[in-house]
């Protein structure tokens, strides 16, 4: 099946520093995807759609100065969280849909945990 | 406003019971709802269910799906360690489209 996969897979950092997280679909195309936000104990909060050559769209209260996103080719989507701070520690979750494009055929990647200091 | 809301949002059972999850729902252009199970990293597909009435199953696990009371279950007979997990209902549809994800119900299978 399809395989999305998501590196590092966790991350340490100090707070205002910012961090790179990168989503590959590893054996197909994947012009949207999908990224989310989940805290502890609580569901998944998408926070914007990824799009292959234009902007991401964001979710309405997620700022999108603050988590840059760029889908630079088919196969690879960067989140990045900038000036991170402790409130920004979280599990992200990048998914990509599969043939049809809709999201019930999506492929989760395993998630990259932040935590910052 | 599109929602998805599930219960109970924790549950604590002995190896052996049998569990109900709820996943009720209120949304536009509804096309599928989901379920998943979450462990420590992402979640993993359960079921889709798109039609009324038609049980789907997969071991222990079976879900249904109610369109015209807006509403899905999912059981999980002679529960198991294995199965401690968040479980997530997601809906598919709404005004923009999307996944909309429940809050989850967090199961804990006690030996």
């Known amino acids: 099946g399809a395989v999305v996969s998501q590196h590092p897979s966790r991350v340490i950092c100090k707070s205002g520093t910012s961090v790179k997280i990168e989503c590959r679909s590893l054996?197909?195309?994947?012009?949207?995807m999908f990224w989310y936000r989940q805290f502890p104990k609580q569901s998944l909060m998408l926070m914007a759609t990824?799009?292959?050559?234009?902007?991401?769209?964001?979710e309405q209260g997620v700022e999108k100065d603050k988590f840059l996103i760029n889908h630079a080719s088919l196969t690879l989507s960067t989140l990045t969280v900038t000036s991170a701070h402790p409130e920004d520690s979280s599990f992200y979750i990048c998914?990509?849909?599969?043939?049809?494009?809709?999201?019930?055929?999506?492929?989760f990647g395993p998630g990259t945990r932040l935590l910052v200091l | 406003e599109d929602k998805v809301v599930q219960s109970p949002l924790s549950l604590v059972v002995h190896e052996g019971d049998t569990v109900t999850l709820n996943c009720s729902y209120e949304?536009?252009?509804?096309?599928?709802l989901l379920w998943y199970k979450q462990e420590k990293k992402a979640p993993t597909f359960l079921f889709m269910l798109?039609?009324?009435?038609i049980e789907k199953k997969s071991g222990r696990l079976s879900s249904i799906l109610d369109k015209k009371e807006l509403f899905s279950i999912l059981n999980i007979t002679a529960t198991q360690t294995g199965d401690s997990a968040i479980y997530l209902c997601?809906?598919?549809?709404?005004?923009?489209?999307?996944?909309?994800f429940g809050t989850g119900t967090l199961l804990a299978v006690q030996p």
């Open positions: 998914s990509a849909p599969g043939a049809s494009g809709v999201q019930e055929t999506q492929y």
């Open positions: 990824s799009n292959e050559g234009s902007k991401a769209t964001y």
């Open positions: 798109t039609s009324s009435g």
């Open positions: 054996d197909f195309q994947a012009t949207t």
């Open positions: 997601a809906v598919g549809g709404g005004a923009t489209n999307k996944l909309i």
């Open positions: 949304v536009t252009n509804f096309r599928s």
